[in-house]
């Protein structure tokens, strides 16, 4: 296994930018995720680590064997496509053996190999079959197998649930894992999922426009977002802009577009976020940490009416109208009466849970 770093890469396609200034350090056996909407740089900065394109400038390193303009086939690393470019005419046994082929390994040893890790992607028994008689989740676990067998360094994954139904997608989501978990091995895995990548990932490193917006464990990147673009791509959140009236060490007061003032953790602050009176915060609150209250005033209780109300039978979600915005909550059904479009409605948005953005 081998840790891999970008030290400032940047990739443009004559004028045209791919990526910018990439600088990350993924450690031995982590399993680290590119994040962002499309065209923001993921599968450049993958295809990259692959050797499918070289930098424009800035260096890669495998542990500390600089890798920056060797070619894909001397890197050792295995690699999973978007559409698993398999090949239609072969075999199970076939596809998975070729990369040992390639590499002229012997044939009792490479039925040995490729029998151990069919086993091991739950393939047993469908050597034999040709690939266009597969289903999807079953092509996945052969591209997955494929890129094992040869005992790569580095496992790189572009986007490989996508072809998947929403089902198989949460499934091979968990054995993906619990490969990665098994093998230890460093794994590099693009997508534009933002619940993929929460739920798999030990970092985070979340992009846009060919720039690194974040790099973070998925806890770091849900309750610490930097900036706009992090918190409203992962998970839903509610945007308030505010202007700093009051802060101590451990307190900031923020105003509201209500004209309230709403009173926040000093160490919920991004490193971006500017905390000095009469500066502009945005205010990052999750839905679910904004609960119902029976208060109507009080320290960070709002009053608004409420325009949507939806009952998912486990939760109550609300639109709620506050001032001039609107506040999104998400309650646990406990059994209380349901309010509905029009009412008026006594939320609680305890302190812990504002964050501040840049
Ligand atoms: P997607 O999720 O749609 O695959 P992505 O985040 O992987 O998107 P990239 O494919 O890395 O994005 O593209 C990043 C930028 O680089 C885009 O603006 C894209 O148009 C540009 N780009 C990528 N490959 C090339 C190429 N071969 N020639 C010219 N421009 C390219």
């Not at 094992?148 to 986007?159: A, G, K, R, T, W």
Request: aromatic letters at 6%; a neutral charge.
């Amino acid at each position: 296994m081998s840790s891999v770093t970008l030290d400032h890469v940047h990739k443009r396609f004559g004028n045209a930018k791919g990526v910018e200034d990439v600088h990350i350090h993924i450690e031995s056996g982590e399993f680290f995720t590119f994040l962002g909407p499309s065209g923001c740089g993921k599968t450049t900065t993958l295809r990259m680590i692959a050797g499918f394109y070289y930098p424009t400038e800035g260096q890669i390193r495998f542990g500390s064997q600089e890798v920056t303009s060797v070619p894909p086939h001397k890197r050792n690393t295995g690699m999973v496509f978007q559409n698993y470019a398999l090949f239609p005419h072969m075999t199970v046994f076939e596809n998975i053996a070729f990369g040992l082929q390639v590499r002229s390994v012997s044939k009792t040893e490479t039925k040995e190999r490729v029998e151990r890790i069919m086993k091991l992607v739950r393939l047993e028994g469908y050597g034999e079959r040709r690939i266009d008689q597969l289903s999807g989740g079953q092509q996945q676990r052969v591209a997955l197998a494929r890129a094992l067998v040869i005992e790569p360094q580095i496992l790189l994954l572009d986007e490989p649930l996508s072809n998947l139904d929403a089902k198989l997608r949460e499934e091979t989501r968990f054995e993906i894992k619990r490969l990665q978990l098994e093998l230890g091995i460093t794994t590099i895995y693009v997508t534009h999922d933002q619940a993929e990548a929460m739920s798999m990932s030990d970092r985070i490193m979340v992009m846009q426009g060919g720039e690194v917006q974040q790099v973070g464990t998925p806890h770091e990147i849900y309750h610490r977002p930097v900036n706009r673009f992090v918190a409203s791509f992962i998970g839903e959140t509610n945007l308030w802009e505010g202007t700093v009236v009051g802060l101590d060490q451990e307190e900031v007061h923020v105003r509201i577009s209500s004209g309230q003032v709403l009173s926040g953790l000093v160490k919920n602050a991004s490193p971006r976020a500017k905390l000095a009176v009469g500066e502009q915060v945005t205010l990052s609150i999750r839905p679910e940490s904004v609960q119902e209250s029976s208060e109507r005033e009080g320290t960070n209780i709002v009053a608004g009416t409420v325009v949507l109300s939806e009952f998912t039978g486990a939760c109550v979600n609300y639109v709620t109208a506050v001032g001039q915005e609107q506040l999104r909550s998400m309650s646990i059904n406990l059994g209380r009466p349901i309010k509905q479009r029009g009412d008026t409605i006594g939320l609680h948005i305890p302190k812990e849970s504002i964050y501040f953005a840049g």
